[in-house]
Nanobody
Framework: QVQLVESGGGLVQSGGSLRVSCVASGRTSSRYFVGWFRRAPGKEREFVAAINWDGGNTYYADSVKGRFTISRDHAKNTVYLQMNGLKPEDTAVYYC????????????????WGQGTQVTVSS
């Protein structure tokens, strides 16, 4: 089992920045991928970004490329999502998730999920 706890969400104005964190505990492994997903009201869950825990390879949705950066800190067992240039359409609950196989872009491939953290961007 892997436990994931997100934090760092909040309210920010359009154009602002926010960093959300995901702390992993339990049976973590260097083979894991950790991803960020989001769900806006009335919309489907969508992939945001992912990182390979061991190698640090990163993956981004087109909608956030150049604005968001995913990173990890081995010592703290934490994955970060730095969000710059935020837009009102980025408003959503952000979830981190972990998996050790499958398509990093698909939520169905992820076995473990956090409880989510709300990010609200005002115009």
């Amino acid at each position: 089992q892997v436990q994931l706890v997100e934090s760092g969400g909040g309210l920010v104005q359009s154009g602002g920045s926010l960093r959300v964190s995901c702390v992993a505990s339990g049976r973590t492994s260097s083979r894991y991928f950790v991803g960020w997903f989001r769900r806006a009201p009335g919309k489907e869950r969508e992939f945001v970004a992912a990182i390979n825990w061991d190698g640090g390879n990163t993956y981004y949705a087109d909608s956030v490329k150049g604005r968001f950066t995913i990173s990890r800190d081995h010592a703290k067992n934490t994955v970060y999502l730095q969000m710059n240039g935020l837009k009102p359409e980025d408003t959503a609950v952000y979830y981190c998730a972990a998996q050790n196989s499958g398509n990093v872009y698909s939520g169905r491939a992820y076995n473990y999920w956090g409880q989510g953290t709300q990010v609200t961007v005002s115009s």
